[in-house]
């Protein structure tokens, strides 16, 4: 399994764009990149997933450059609720969802 | 449609008896997984289940644990004896049918478990 890593803590402000930078520089080429977040007391929760360039949908967008090396996880306008951990996870393509899951970032999100 | 669901939420016990965590999965998904989280460190991978057959069991940490999944349904975590270092959050995630790779994994709420 590709290891992750990333920062371990993050603080922004209601309404700002936060960005959470990931390295994995062992990937191999059928892995996928896979983002989760988990609240207290809960189970991880899937945010995106993707393999190369740009993703997006309705509540983030995942930046994958070529040499996919890295991935940036962007979160616009972000609110209190979205305080959190984040993982960022990479998926063997042949078995998405082992995962390494790393430390993950706290992101703080203040008022 | 009902999401991944742990039974039970906590359990207390005692070191050297057993306790039996259960997992249903989403409907329909063939894919079933156990992670752990135990003494505030990283959540780790356990095993592995495609429909009733384990695809992978290289996280168990050890024979005292036993996991099922008869049917291709729910699935039971059996941990016996229990030992202290056993405590932690176990949870179960489910996927649908292996195909394209955008297939995100459905976690429940874990099941906490305090061995004393």
């Known amino acids: 399994l590709a290891k992750t890593t990333q920062p371990i803590s993050m603080d922004s402000y209601e309404g700002q764009e936060v960005n959470i930078t990931c390295s994995h520089n062992?990937?191999?080429?059928?892995?996928?990149i896979t983002w989760y977040q988990q609240f207290p007391s809960q189970g991880p929760r899937f945010i995106i997933q993707?393999?190369?360039t740009k993703v997006t949908n309705e509540v983030a967008s995942l930046f994958i450059p070529a040499d996919r090396k890295s991935s940036t996880l962007s979160l616009p306008r972000v609110s209190l609720s979205d305080t959190a951990v984040y993982y960022c996870l990479v998926g063997d393509g042949n078995n998405f969802n082992k995962f390494y899951f790393g430390s993950g970032t706290k992101l703080n999100v203040k008022p | 449609e009902a999401g991944v669901t742990q039974f039970p939420s906590h359990s207390v016990i005692e070191k050297g008896q057993t306790v039996t965590l259960r997992c249903d999965p989403i409907s329909g998904h063939d894919n079933l997984y156990w992670y752990r989280r135990v003494m505030g460190k990283e959540i780790k991978f356990l095993l592995h289940f495609v429909k009733e057959s384990k695809q992978d069991e290289s996280g168990m940490p050890n024979n005292r644990f036993l996991a099922e999944r008869t049917g291709g349904t729910y699935s039971t975590l059996k941990v016996q004896p229990a030992e202290l270092e056993d405590s932690g959050v176990y949870f179960c995630?489910?996927?649908?049918?292996?195909?394209?790779?955008?297939?995100?994994?459905?976690f429940g709420q874990g099941t906490r478990l305090t061995v004393v």
């Open positions: 062992n990937i191999a080429t059928n892995d996928y």
């Open positions: 993707g393999y190369k």
């Open positions: 995630a489910s996927s649908p049918t292996w195909g394209p790779p955008e297939t995100e994994a459905f």
